[in-house]
């Protein structure tokens, strides 16, 4: 069996497994729960990974955290924008 | 300027983003507004990391995936733990 395949299942699971974050805050308009530091340091991260593959010429490791870096971004901002928008100080 | 660094940036901030939410978790006991579904694939492509860090020898893949992991079981399995304690059916 080729090893590799283990690289691409890990590869799309742990980028596609924020959609269903991403669907559920636009759906129940809230993410109280979901932890802002947390989503800055995975941005942040994410951007590093980005960097980081971009130098190394490595295609799968841009691609796949190009889409989570935009997923994780729209989470960001609809958790910010529900919390201001439907509990106004 | 070493490259590396930004590799070594991205698997501590990409590992470490999940502390907060774990810590968050904990203190206001719940997480509603976290996917399940989200934590559920995140957890298999962590362990699909793990079996390719494993079956590659590279030990960076398999120490920050191996934290990754217990940081989101934990998460996983407070949310599970803290919804059935504080709203029985």
């Known amino acids: 069996m080729n090893i590799d395949i283990f690289g691409y299942i890990a590869a799309i699971l742990t980028t596609a497994a924020f959609l ?5 805050t636009l759906k129940t308009k809230k993410a109280d729960d979901v932890s802002s530091t947390t989503l800055i340091m995975f941005i942040i991260g994410v951007l590093s990974w980005i960097i980081y593959g971009y130098e190394i010429s490595s295609r799968p490791i841009l691609i796949a955290n190009l889409i989570t ?3 994780n971004l729209l989470i960001l901002v609809s958790k910010i924008y529900f919390s201001k928008t439907l509990s106004p100080q």
Chains 1, 2 share one sequence.
């Open 69 to 71: 870096l935009i997923l």
């Open 20 to 24: 269903p974050q991403l669907i559920k």
